[in-house]
C-alpha cells in the first residue's frame, strides 16, 4: 500500500517540471564535459554522482507533506544555521575564503543550504501572521541578519547578496509594509560606503574591475575580460561542440564553475544562450504557476522564495561572467559543477513538485485526474 501511495504521488509529479529539469541537467552535463574533458574528467563523473544525489533528494522532498515539512521549518533552519555557525571555526579554506566543512565523504557548504531554510521558516513565520505587526517584523529581521552575517565574514558576499534579495522577495509577498521597504533603500548608500570600507581587498578589486577590467588585464581583470572573449568569440551558432579554444587552451579561469556559462556561449553561440535563457525562462514560470495553485500561504511563499533564489542566482551568475555585474562568485544553476548547491535546488524543486501535487488533490474538479499538464 505505501508503495502504491508513493508511486501515485511521483505519477501526479508536474510533468512540464520534470521535463525542464531533464533538459537543464542536459545543457548542464554537456557543457561541464566540454569544459573539463582535457584534464579533469574526474569532475564530470563526480557531477554525475550530485545530480544522481540531487534526484533522490527531489523525489523525496516531492513525499514530504507541507503540513509534515511545516513542523520541520524551525528544526531544519537552526542546525543549518548550527552549521554555518561551526564554519568560522573549524570550517576548510579553500581559494581564500572558510565556507565548507569536510564531513569525510564530502565537502558541505553551509551557506546553500542555510538559503533554503530561511525561505522554509520565513515562509513559515509570516504564514498566519499579520506582517505589519512589530513582533513579526523584528522576528523576521533577526531570521534574515543572523545567518546574512555568518556568511559576509566567510567573505562570501555574493551569496550574501542573493540571500537578502530572495529574503526581501518573500517579505514583499508576505505582506510587510512598503514603508519599511523604502525607508531600507534610503539608508543603502550609507550601507555601501560601510561595506566597502570592510571589504577585503580582492573584493575592492573585483568592484573596481567591474567599472574598469581593462585598468589591470592581467590581474584583477583578467577573469571578466576572458569571459567576455569567450562570449563574444561565440557569435551567432558557436565554434561549434568541444572546440571552444578559451576552454580548451586554459585561458578562461574557474571554466567548470563560476564561469561555465562562457563556455557555453563561446561553443553554442547566441543560440545556445537563448535555449538556456528559454529553459530558465520556462522553469521560472512553471514555479510560478503552481505557485498561483498552491492552497495555502505557506506554499505560495515558499514557492517565491525559492523562485527567487533561482532567478537571482542565473540574474547574478551570468550578469558577473558578461561584464555587467562584479564577480561575486555565484554559480549558475543546474549548470555548474558543485554538490552542496546543485542537491539543495534540486531537494527545494522536490518542494514545489509537492506544492502542485496536493494544490491538484484539493482542486475537486482535479480530483483523480491526471498530472498537472
Known amino acids: 500500500m505505501l508503495i502504491a501511495n508513493v508511486l501515485d504521488s511521483w505519477r501526479a509529479i508536474d510533468r512540464p517540471l520534470l521535463l525542464l529539469l531533464t533538459l537543464l541537467a542536459t545543457v548542464g552535463l554537456t557543457t561541464l564535459y566540454s569544459a573539463v574533458h582535457l584534464g579533469d574528467l574526474h569532475i564530470w563523473y563526480r557531477q554525475i554522482m550530485y545530480w544522481c544525489a540531487g534526484i533522490a533528494a527531489f523525489l523525496f522532498m516531492s513525499l514530504v507533506p507541507l503540513r ?3 513542523l520541520l521549518a524551525w528544526p531544519v533552519f537552526l542546525v543549518a544555521l548550527l552549521a554555518l555557525a561551526l564554519v568560522p571555526v573549524i570550517g576548510e579554506v579553500k581559494m581564500g575564503a572558510r565556507r565548507w566543512l569536510d564531513l569525510g565523504i564530502v565537502h558541505l557548504q553551509p551557506s546553500e543550504i542555510i538559503k533554503w531554510a530561511l525561505m522554509l521558516v520565513l515562509a513559515h513565520w509570516l504564514a498566519n501572521r499579520e506582517a505589519s505587526d512589530w513582533k513579526t517584523i523584528i522576528v523576521a529581521v533577526l531570521l534574515v541578519g543572523i545567518p546574512a552575517g555568518l556568511i559576509v565574514i566567510q567573505p ?3 551569496t550574501t547578496l542573493v540571500l537578502l ?6 517579505l514583499m509577498a508576505g505582506g510587510f509594509p512598503w514603508r519599511y521597504f523604502f525607508g531600507l533603500l534610503a539608508m543603502l548608500p550609507a550601507a555601501g560606503w560601510y561595506l566597502w570600507q570592510h571589504m577585503h581587498d580582492y573584493q575592492q578589486k573585483r568592484v573596481l574591475m567591474f567599472l574598469d577590467p581593462q585598468s589591470d588585464p592581467l590581474g584583477a581583470g583578467y577573469h571578466v575580460i576572458q569571459s567576455m572573449i569567450s562570449i563574444g568569440s561565440g557569435g551567432l551558432f558557436g565554434k561549434g561542440y568541444l572546440h571552444g579554444t578559451q576552454a580548451r587552451l586554459h585561458f578562461l579561469p574557474e571554466q567548470h564553475t ?3 556559462f562562457s563556455v557555453l556561449a563561446e561553443e553554442f553561440g547566441m543560440f545556445g544562450v537563448c535555449v538556456l535563457l528559454l529553459l530558465f525562462g ?4 512553471r514555479i510560478l504557476y503552481i505557485a498561483s495553485l498552491a492552497f495555502s500561504r505557506f506554499a505560495s511563499l515558499l514557492c517565491i522564495g525559492i523562485v527567487s533564489i533561482l532567478t ?12 555587467m555585474l562584479p564577480v561575486v562568485g555565484v554559480p549558475l544553476p543546474f549548470v555548474s559543477y558543485g554538490g552542496s548547491a546543485l542537491v539543495s535546488m534540486l531537494a527545494m524543486l522536490g518542494i514545489i513538485a509537492r506544492v502542485g501535487i496536493e494544490s491538484r488533490q484539493q482542486l475537486p474538479w482535479q480530483r483523480g485526474g491526471s498530472a498537472l499538464l
Do not use: R
Not at 520556462?282 to 514560470?285: K, P
Open 68 to 70: 509534515f515539512l511545516g
Open 312 to 323: 537571482l542566482y542565473m540574474f547574478v551568475n551570468i550578469g558577473m561572467v558578461s561584464g
Open 165 to 170: 534579495m530572495a529574503a526581501a522577495a518573500v
Open 258 to 260: 563560476d564561469f561555465i
Open 156 to 158: 562570501d558576499l555574493g
Open 282 to 285: 520556462l522553469l521560472i514560470f
